[in-house]
């Protein structure tokens, strides 16, 4: 099992070298000119030719991405702001927590709600409450999520004076930007736990558990749920890292410093290395949960458990069964 | 008593005259002289006495899908949605470049169903146009996605070895970058346009389509009909896309129908950012973001726009629910 | 169920930790704060290519002279005086005791390096400074004068000394890349910054140490970054903020008719005129004056307003703004589509002829409106638009047929600077060049100290241009914003050298 964990953790060093050459190759294509782009009103041929040099765009693209590889290994370091030259990690560590929190917040509550919920309308399949909750959720899929956002902006904001409008100076400010970032994993997961718990609930071990005179709450509760989570669990990760790509429009309407809006200004302002600084950050973040969840996965179900470990078991039951028709032989 | 019967059984098949009251006559009418063998008495689809003609697996799932109201509804709404887009120039007698500055912000009137955006042009004409704008580019995304998909899938499933690992490799550094940005650093990259924000926009969807077909043409490939295939000499592409691709349709049919809905929210995000399809091309995203700003002097530039989206999102996941259920019934019944 | 009830404690945990850290700044004193909403980033530190918060900076950081808003009149809030020993020197006397937020004081020294570093960095008024002789400026042994020479007669002038003054002896310590000037300030103003969260806020206080005899009003100043302006506007409504900046047209109309309680409404110009900038090179129309004409009668200025700046615009007329020295009103071309295509068709182009207008998404809406407005006189114009950089790269590579250019004279009002972009040839901006050889006398005779000669030459310029008409002069962006009256007074004239500033005095 360590072994198979080792594997994975090391797996992702490559992975995410590769996240880098692509992210950078992507924003080195995309035109636009850095150094034009700093001297703004003062350029001259000459200014011009010095920032070009002082950047190290006149170095070629192997040079440029060698740079940058080094740069990120070794130190850390993903370069500076080409708007204000404030190093590029200081900015992103700046605006993380509100990401972080956002993200983290909308997804686990999304999972408390959808997953007994989604169960409950699995068990009272055919009635009242699955329609109910299959009915919402497609309307619910079907609202664009920025629109869901100034609509509640103006709702609360304007019309009730109940919450701030903008900014996360004291923790009301968080609400409205959980609540809009909630309905995407919310829907996801509610339908996937309803259809794999239906799913579930049709298979003979759980009949065999009700004709064995198992509860209906334990068949539910221990039995099913555990088998129908599974893949409701391995979409955990993907949806952490949807939240967290899925910030820039909630932060754009809200005004939240994070990591959606740094990315939104740079791109704007032409700003590379935040833009691609944010990109390989959140897909560190993002590659890393997805390996956690995974790795959660794996322990969590005995038969991939099994499958991991049970190589060196099997081979050694093999060799007993042969050695016992050996000797039976 | 049991000689007698079995004795009269055996003069079935139309060999000679017999009793015409007889259950066994009976039940040989209701099978229109087929052999008794074909009657299976668990089969839902002959417990009333229904039967089929052909057997087709289509008509099994277009059967299923038309009982289910709510896919139903999604398809009728997607079809209009497509073919108000596909007839807007038709539907409306405004231009939608035709500017009457003065007349800007104009509420819902005869004159203009919709009213007028910022520009004084019609609302309604920027709206079906912009349909037409916002489904041609999902689409494009949708065809991208899928065929990129299937030609990666393909080699992946069916050839295996580095090749495969390869491509799961890039796969895995291609998913590790959230969707979103995914699109946005393409988007940016590329540029604004219809066919740039399409292949941004199905860049996001190529990997969990990939995974899907390799997957089917995994469990796929050791099936017998394969074997025979290759074992008769076809070429490897041959069997790739007689055989199997088929089989592994159904499941990349639902995937692209759900993809749809999320296409035309990843491509409404982007114009809210500022990439994506640009005016004066009309999207409804691009509307929409433009009437959010004024939203609260006209709030019908940045609702009317919503609301279609909202529609065709709802149409497409009814369908594509629909379209699911149909294919693999074990789920409902 | 256990399970649910310890993952929703934690979370309640994890929200009551970040509740503590992020509360603050709600200390009950009975100082006086003033909350500014803005759509501008304001917490982008001065940086070369946006002068980002200026608002903010402006209360920590003096110039060395500006215009005061209320008289008109230019003064200077660390110089006693200043005027030219003879033709070629320009003499500074210091104010005694002027301290920077550290302590120091401000010498010379501080001035000659403040400019001769801008010079040296390209930054954005180089041009016009590398008219002094920087090598050769003196220090009195006090400290407190300065002489420069320059290279020209009686130029370029104390109005190009406009630069935020530096503490040299802190800027050989730190250098450009030190984090430090996060939110760390070294100005010679009353103001100093406490605290600057980036995206969302940054804070200005009173420095105690402040050498001015004045008092301010407020102690703590606030500047909120709103990214959408509806928020910012109903954070306005509710009372969170004090003052509006970038409220739009909407609610400005709405405040202008009344509908907002003790709040006054500012309309003010950027002080940056637009005008149709065509390469006359590149369309071989543009070189006929009626043709320039015709595009002027064609278009009308009020629909391009209302599309571009949703109304927040004023018509100037004149490709110089209505707040420079010397504007004078020489003129409009009214809305007339027949004289339009009388005109073009006088200049043998009645089939009209095309052009591709290159200009990026600010301009996006005013760019519609033009193309449509041409149109009705047979002028087509193709739009080329993207974003800010790579278009601006492409203009100043001389790619464009044309484009809008801002207007040229710097903010503190001294149009003879501006014209200067006019007329050289290798500038950047080749499609605002003019090839009329008595332009360079005509500016170089405003180069005076004589205020009434200036004035003058310079009313001919503006004549001759709207004559002439090399460009169609199209309007002035505004800014609307607001206030509460019972924060700040009712006639506040807040805009100094085009920016809004928030010194208020006692």
Redesign the interface.
């Given at each position: 099992m360590a072994k198979y964990i080792l594997k994975r953790f090391l797996w992702m060093i490559p992975i995410l070298l590769c996240v880098i050459i692509v992210v950078f190759t992507v924003m080195y294509f995309t035109p636009g000119d850095p150094a034009m782009a700093i001297l703004g009103n003062s350029y001259t041929p000459e200014s011009y030719e010095a920032k070009v040099r002082e950047l190290g765009l006149d170095k070629p693209y192997i040079v440029q991405l060698g740079n940058y590889l080094i740069n990120i290994v070794t130190k850390f370091d993903f370069g500076k702001s080409y708007m204000n030259n404030r190093s590029v990690t200081t900015q992103i560590l700046e605006r993380l927590q509100p990401t972080l929190i956002i993200g983290a917040v909308s997804v686990l509550l999304s999972q408390l709600i959808a997953i007994p919920v989604g169960i409950t309308a699995a068990t009272h399949h055919g009635k009242i409450q699955d329609y109910t909750v299959s009915s919402l959720c497609i309307i619910l899929a079907a609202i664009p999520g920025f629109l869901l956002a100034v609509f509640l902006m103006l709702l609360f904001c304007l019309k009730l004076n109940w919450l701030p409008a903008a900014g996360i100076t004291n923790w009301y400010g968080y609400i409205l930007p959980i609540v809009c970032s909630i309905f995407g994993p919310l829907v996801s997961s509610c339908r996937m736990t309803r259809s794999s718990m239906l799913e579930v609930i049709r298979k003979d071990y759980i009949r065999t558990a009700r004709a064995k005179g198992v509860s209906e709450h334990d068949v539910i509760h221990k039995h099913a749920l555990k088998n129908a989570l599974i893949p409701v669990l391995t979409m955990l990760g993907m949806h952490l890292g949807g939240a967290m790509g899925g910030s820039i429009l909630v932060e754009t309407i809200f005004t939240v410093p994070g990591l959606g809006i740094l990315m939104k200004n740079a791109i704007y302002n032409l700003d590379y290395p935040v833009v691609e600084g944010c990109v390989i950050f959140v897909s560190f973040i993002m590659s890393l949960l997805m390996l956690l969840t995974d790795l959660a996965y794996a322990a969590v179900d005995p038969r991939v458990r099994d499958q991991i470990t049970g190589g060196g078991k099997k081979k050694r039951r093999k060799k007993a069964a042969q050695s016992m028709e050996g000797i039976a032989a | 008593m049991t000689d007698m019967k079995t004795k009269k059984s055996s003069h079935q098949g139309g060999h000679g005259h017999h009793d015409k009251n007889s259950p066994e006559s009976k039940a040989l009418k209701k099978t229109n002289g087929k052999h008794p063998g074909n009657n299976h008495p668990f089969d839902p689809e002959r417990r009333h006495g229904k039967r089929r003609r052909k057997h087709s697996q289509w008509g099994d799932v277009w059967f299923r899908l038309r009982k289910n109201k709510?896919a139903v509804i999604g398809m009728v709404l997607a079809s209009v949605l497509i073919l108000l887009a596909v007839f807007a120039p038709i539907l409306t007698p405004y231009s939608q470049?035709?500017?009457d500055?003065?007349n800007?912000f104009q509420m819902p009137s005869w004159e203009h169903p919709l009213g007028t955006d910022?520009?004084g042009r019609d609302l309604l004409t920027r709206v079906l146009y912009g349909g037409r704008t916002s489904l041609l580019v999902a689409f494009m995304a949708l065809m991208f996605s899928v065929f990129v998909a299937i030609i990666l899938g393909a080699i992946a499933g069916y050839y295996g070895g580095m090749l495969e690992m390869v491509i799961m490799?890039?796969t895995?550094?291609?998913q590790?970058?959230?969707?979103?940005?995914l699109a946005?650093?393409?988007s940016?990259?590329l540029?604004?346009g219809v066919w740039q924000t399409a292949i941004a926009v199905g860049i996001a969807g190529v990997a969990p389509n990939m995974r899907l077909i390799r997957g089917q043409i995994l469990a796929v490939r050791g099936e017998e009909y394969v074997e025979a295939a290759v074992a008769i000499g076809s070429s490897n592409i041959a069997v790739m896309f007689k055989q199997i691709l088929p089989n592994v349709l159904s499941p990349l049919i639902v995937s692209a129908s759900m993809g749809i809905?999320g296409n035309i929210?990843a491509i409404?995000?982007l114009s809210?950012?500022?990439?994506g399809v640009?005016?004066?091309i009309s999207e409804w995203g691009n509307i929409?973001t433009s009437g959010?700003?004024?939203?609260?002097?006209f709030w019908p530039m940045?609702v009317f726009p919503?609301i279609m989206?909202?529609?065709t999102?709802?149409a497409f996941?009814?369908f594509g629910?629909g379209l699911r259920d149909a294919l693999d019934p074990?789920?409902k019944h | 169920m256990k399970k649910y009830l310890a993952l929703f404690l934690a979370l309640v945990m994890v929200f009551a930790c970040t509740a503590c850290t992020n509360t603050g700044g709600n200390a009950g004193t009975t100082s006086r704060t003033l909350t500014i909403g803005t759509n501008n980033d304001v917490t982008i530190p001065f940086d070369n290519t946006n002068a980002t918060n200026v608002n903010g900076l402006g209360l920590c950081y003096d110039r060395l002279t500006y215009l005061d808003p209320y008289t008109g009149e230019r003064v200077s809030n660390v110089l006693d005086d200043w005027y030219y020993e003879d033709n070629l020197h320009l003499v500074l006397e210091i104010k005694d005791g002027v301290t920077f937020t550290d302590g120091t004081a401000l010498t010379g020294e501080d001035l000659i390096y403040t400019y001769s570093d801008e010079v040296a960095r390209g930054g954005n008024n180089a041009n016009n400074l590398s008219n002094f002789d920087w090598d050769n400026a003196t220090v009195s042994a006090d400290g407190l004068t300065v002489t420069i020479p320059t290279f020209e007669e009686y130029a370029p002038g104390i109005v190009s000394l406009n630069s935020w003054i530096e503490n040299k002896a802190f800027d050989d310590v730190h250098s450009v890349d030190d984090e430090i000037w996060w939110d760390t300030v070294q100005g010679t103003g009353p103001y100093y910054c406490v605290e600057q969260v980036g995206g969302a806020y940054s804070t200005y206080a009173l420095r105690d140490n402040y050498w001015g005899s004045e008092e301010y009003e407020f102690d703590t100043i606030t500047f909120k970054y709103y990214s959408d302006l509806t928020a910012l506007f109903i954070d306005y409504e509710n009372g969170a903020i004090d003052v509006a900046l970038n409220i739009g047209s909407y609610n400005y109309e709405q405040i202008t008719s009344g509908n907002a309680k003790d709040t006054i409404a500012k309309l003010e110009g950027d002080g940056n005129p637009i005008s149709l900038c065509l390469d006359y090179s590149r369309v071989e129309a543009w070189n006929n004056p009626l043709v320039r004409q015709a595009v002027a009668y064609a278009i009308d200025v009020d629909s391009l307003g209302v599309a571009g700046f949703e109304g927040l615009y004023k018509n100037n007329g004149s490709v110089i703004p209505e707040t420079a020295s010397y504007y004078e009103y020489v003129g409009e071309y009214e809305f007339n589509l027949d004289k339009a295509r009388a005109l073009l068709a006088e200049a043998g182009y009645a089939d009209g002829f095309s052009f591709t207008l290159l200009t990026y998404e600010k301009y996006e809406d005013m760019a519609v409106a033009l193309q449509d407005m041409l149109k009705q006189i047979g002028i087509t114009v193709e739009l080329d638009l993207g974003q800010f950089m790579p278009q601006l790269k492409r203009m100043l590579a001389g790619e464009a047929d044309a484009i809008f250019l801002n207007g040229t004279t710097d903010n503190n009002g001294e149009p003879s600077l501006a014209y200067n972009k006019f007329i050289t040839p290798t500038d950047n901006v080749p499609a605002a060049s003019v090839l009329d050889a008595g332009w360079n006398a005509l500016i170089a005779s405003s180069y005076s100290l004589d205020a009434a000669a200036r004035e003058k030459v310079v009313h001919e310029i503006q004549e001759s241009f709207y004559e002439n008409v090399w460009q169609v002069a199209l309007l002035e962006k505004c800014e609307a914003w607001c206030y509460y009256d019972n924060v700040l007074s009712a006639d506040f004239e807040a805009y100094v050298g085009g920016v809004p500033t928030f010194r208020v005095l006692k």
């Open positions: - | 709510l470049e035709t500017q500055i003065q800007q910022n520009f490799r890039m895995d550094v291609i590790s970058i959230p969707p979103v940005l946005v650093v393409v940016a990259a540029g604004s809905g929210t409404s995000g809210f950012i500022g990439l640009r005016p004066p929409m959010l700003e004024y939203i609260r002097r940045a919503g989206i909202m529609l999102l709802f996941n009814c629910d074990k789920l | -």
